[in-house]
């Protein structure tokens, strides 16, 4: 079982940037395809970017298209969300997630584990 731990949320001011990290254990980290979601009070969990096992292919939703940026390093067995141009409609509980799907995933029911969440919240 894979334990997932996000980080780097917290409060910035908008158009500012911010990234966050998801560190993974309990599994190997090269197996799985990495996706960062996240859910803002009332609404459902939403798919922002996903990113295939070696890094090479990614795909994002498009809220964050242009402004969001998924990398892995899979030898430190963490994921990465860089987020530019930050405006208040990004606050939000992040998350990230690892799936087994074939492809990269932009439904929830695709992954199989998950973060804990981190806190973002942009202030305009």
């Known amino acids: 079982q894979v334990q997932l731990v996000e980080s780097g949320g917290g409060l910035v001011q908008a158009e500012d940037s911010l990234s966050l990290s998801c560190a993974a254990s309990g599994g190997t980290f090269s197996d799985y395809r990495m996706g960062w979601f996240r859910q803002a009070p009332g609404k459902e969990r939403e798919f922002l970017a996903g990113i295939s096992r070696d890094g090479v292919r990614t795909k994002y939703g498009d809220s964050v298209k242009g402004r969001f940026t998924i990398s892995r390093d899979n030898a430190k067995s963490t994921a990465y969300l860089q987020m530019n141009s930050l405006n208040s409609e990004d606050t939000a509980v992040y998350y990230c997630?690892?799936?087994?799907?074939?492809?990269?995933?932009?439904?929830?029911?695709?992954?199989?584990?998950w973060g804990q969440g981190t806190q973002v919240t942009v202030s305009s």
């Open positions: 997630a690892a799936s087994t799907n074939l492809g990269i995933a932009e439904v929830v029911e695709s992954y199989l584990y």
